[in-house]
């Protein structure tokens, strides 16, 4: 079946720019994170989100990263006045948690590059 | 906070076994301990997970030591599309909780 998809797949940001990031999860998967992946680095993560509640937001840089999910299905990561520290991989995952433990299947990501 | 400890990077011959070990002696009775894989430009690959039992899927065999303090990731028959970062990684059950991925260990299938 489809798995995760995320667009762009590359975005390229002048410095002070907004970006919008999108992720479509697997259908009826109810969880929902965000990572961030900087050159050479493991993924960090982000936020998390529960159907359409975000639960946890602690992993954030800073005020200018933004995440939501209106609807429970799409989510889309906003980070305001990019700066070149933002420059990395971000990767969306999706789980259904089950009993015991979800595994998380992550998109392909897309690659920020601040310029 | 890191709870996995791995090697940065090893290489395994080619159809050989791949034998990645990690520990992650501070591990709780309830954690499992997950295995993912990045190939490069790619988003991280589910392999397999456990709590103590050993376990074996179509992709690879999980051996996890009797006090649950170390495992060890094997992929029997090495490809060179194995060629990847694993990573280890321990996480608590009862539902959605975010991974730590560490900086897992690079290992490379030769030829």
């Known amino acids: 079946g489809a798995g995760v998809s995320q667009s762009p797949r590359y975005k390229v940001a002048k410095r002070g720019q907004d970006v919008a990031l999108r992720c479509d999860p697997i259908?009826?998967?109810?969880?929902l994170f965000w990572y961030q992946q900087a050159l050479g680095q493991g993924p960090e993560f982000l936020t998390y989100f529960q159907n359409e509640a975000q639960l946890d937001k602690s992993g954030l840089p800073s005020d200018r990263f933004f995440a939501e999910r209106p609807e429970g299905s799409v989510s889309t990561l906003k980070i305001q006045r990019t700066q070149q520290e933002d420059s990395a991989v971000y990767l969306c995952?999706?789980?259904?948690?089950?009993?015991?433990?979800?595994?998380?299947?992550f998109g392909p990501g897309t690659r920020l590059t601040v310029l | 906070d890191a709870k996995t400890t791995q090697p940065p990077s090893m290489d395994c011959a080619e159809g050989r076994a791949a034998n990645l070990p990690c520990n992650h002696s501070t591990i709780s009775g309830n954690e499992y301990v997950y295995w993912y894989r990045q190939i490069h430009s790619q988003g991280p690959q589910y392999i397999i997970h456990?709590?103590?039992n050993n376990e074996t899927n179509e992709m690879a065999s999980l051996i996890i030591t009797e006090d649950r303090k170390s495992s060890t990731l094997i992929l029997p028959h090495a490809t060179l599309r194995d060629t990847a970062v694993y990573y280890c990684i321990v996480r608590p059950g009862g539902g959605a909780n975010n991974l730590f991925f560490g900086t897992g260990t690079r290992l490379t299938v030769i030829p």
């Open positions: 995952a999706s789980s259904f948690p089950g009993h015991g433990t979800d595994t998380q299947y």
């Open positions: 456990g709590l103590k």
């Open positions: 259908s009826g998967h109810v969880s």
